[in-house]
């Protein structure tokens, strides 16, 4: 089987936790968005991913702008970090 191509990624460090989006493209040329979270936990690293499809794209974005109109500004959330001192409480965004 082959693998969809990327086109594009995105890497977030948020604390314990990195969130990675990826826009892949499958072969038949249909855009894939794969996000995934990865945390480390007892030395090992958890994974998980949600794939979202192409027919999908504008339900799931007018969805996050909704819910982000109902958050308040951005700034609330983001929280200063002492130097090597993570949190599982980061709601950067």
């Given at each position: 089987?082959?693998?969809?191509?990327?086109?594009?990624?995105?890497?977030?460090?948020?604390?314990?936790?990195?969130?990675?989006?990826?826009?892949?493209?499958?072969?038949?040329?249909?855009?894939?968005?794969?996000i995934t979270e990865s945390?480390?936990?007892?030395?090992?690293?958890?994974?998980?991913?949600?794939?979202?499809?192409?027919?999908?794209?504008?339900?799931?974005?007018?969805?996050?702008?909704?819910?982000?109109?109902?958050?308040?500004?951005?700034?609330?959330?983001?929280?200063?970090?002492?130097?090597?001192?993570?949190?599982?409480?980061?709601?950067?965004?």
């Amino acid at each position: 089987m082959q693998e969809d191509k990327v086109l594009h990624t995105e890497k977030v460090s948020a604390g314990k936790r990195t969130y990675f989006l990826d826009l892949k493209e499958d072969q038949r040329g249909s855009k894939i968005l794969k996000i995934t979270e990865s945390r480390k936990n007892d030395g090992q690293f958890i994974r998980h991913s949600v794939l979202i499809f192409q027919e999908d794209f504008k339900k799931i974005f007018d969805a996050l702008e909704l819910i982000k109109g109902q958050i308040g500004p951005l700034e609330d959330y983001v929280r200063e970090r002492e130097p090597g001192k993570e949190t599982d409480e980061d709601l950067s965004f």
